[in-house]
């Protein structure tokens, strides 16, 4: 079983930080990129960044300046830094794997796709 779970969310006001975390869990081998999205109420989920298994990056451009993701591959998890926060950052943040190898018992090796977790609220007040 593969659970990524994520934590740090909160309230914070508008100009504050927080830092997000994503943590993978079970017999991983590897992890290939990494992303965090966003839900806010009524909205579409969105790509916020994402950092590829080799550490290159990409961002939105409405986080752009403001958030830095990283990763520590040794413990199989992401990060997201957040700050200068806005009101309309408020959502919910969820994580990413577009592909983990695990070890599976019959086969050696497993391969998933598109794992999630279950995400972390983001509040923002003004």
């Known amino acids: 079983q593969v659970q990524l779970v994520e934590s740090g969310g909160g309230l914070v006001q508008a100009g504050g930080s927080l830092r997000l975390s994503c943590a993978a869990s079970?017999?991983?081998?590897?992890?290939?990129?990494m992303t965090w999205y966003r839900q806010a109420p009524g909205k579409q989920r969105e790509m916020v960044a994402n950092i590829l298994s080799g550490g290159n990056t990409n961002y939105a451009d409405f986080v752009k300046g403001r958030f830095t993701i990283s990763r520590d591959n040794a413990k199989k998890a992401a990060y997201l830094q957040m700050n200068s926060l806005k009101p309309e950052d408020t959502a919910v943040y969820y994580c990413?794997?577009?592909?983990?190898?695990?070890?599976?018992?019959?086969?050696?090796?497993?391969?998933?796709?598109?794992?999630w977790g279950q995400g972390t609220q983001v509040t923002v007040s003004s």
């Open positions: 079970g017999s991983i081998l590897n992890i290939n990129t």
């Open positions: 990413n794997a577009d592909w983990i190898l695990i070890r599976d018992q019959s086969r050696g090796a497993k391969e998933l796709f598109d794992v």
